[in-house]
């Protein structure tokens, strides 16, 4: 195995790949040329510096950070803006530019990303992140569980079809379809399959006399024509999900539980 930065000069350089949730593979290096290796083109990108990579062996998230311009054809404005990159797995390591011997450093995903138009800083999860989720579930009074997936118990197949997009408002960042009863789409999805933003999920945060509003930006490109899966939503109330759904007996919050407002609400002696 190849021992890197054990000589005074050494040919090495850094690489890291990206792989988007919409299947498009993005690889660079900060070497001056392409680099061919692993099965993946490496485009030289000079300009993008991962920062300080910290590795250790407790249970802590293993931070990282990546920055760079902007002006690279393969990472653009629009596209970090349409949410491209959002939770995109990402691997990072060090290669030598002449054997082309390599070997992965960091393994993770994209969080959060800041752009200022001129260059770009992507905060990087590693996988010791799914560490800090809760694994013993809180009360709240509205229902925990996502709409037709684990513990709700409905099937998604009754609630998603595939229709095919009628009109688009960029400017309002709203979508509709015909044929549908655009309330009932309210916190649910739209997963466009095809277009520039093919296999990305929105959430639909409103309605508005028939247009689905989106929680994210859409790309020039989205054209009507395309096909999308939609999903219809469910608010995670109690009173939604035994009238609407018929559901009651799998909701899972606990609506009737006395909040921390209970002593307020007694009047004094």
Known sequence: MRVFFDRELDTVATFWRIYRRDGVAL????HDRDLSFGGMRHLAAPGMIPAAIRLTAELANDS????GALHHTAIR????AAGLFDDAAIEIGAVDWTSLEHHTLYTGQIGRIEDDRAQFMAELRSTKSLLEEDLVPRTSPTCR????GPGCGL???RFTSVLVLAEVDPEGNRVRFAGIDSEAYVDGRV????????GLAFGVIDAESGWLVLDRPLVTGTMPGTRAELREGCDHTIATCAARFGNAANFRGEPFLPGND???RYGLP
């Open 64 to 67: 990282a950070e990546v920055q």
């Open 191 to 198: 997963r466009f399959m095809g277009g520039p933003q093919t």
């Open 77 to 80: 404005e629009e596209d970090l």
């Open 27 to 30: 690889a660079f290096t900060s």
């Open 145 to 148: 569980a996502e709409f037709c």
């Open 262 to 264: 209970l002593l307020a």
């Open 155 to 157: 099937s998604a197949v």
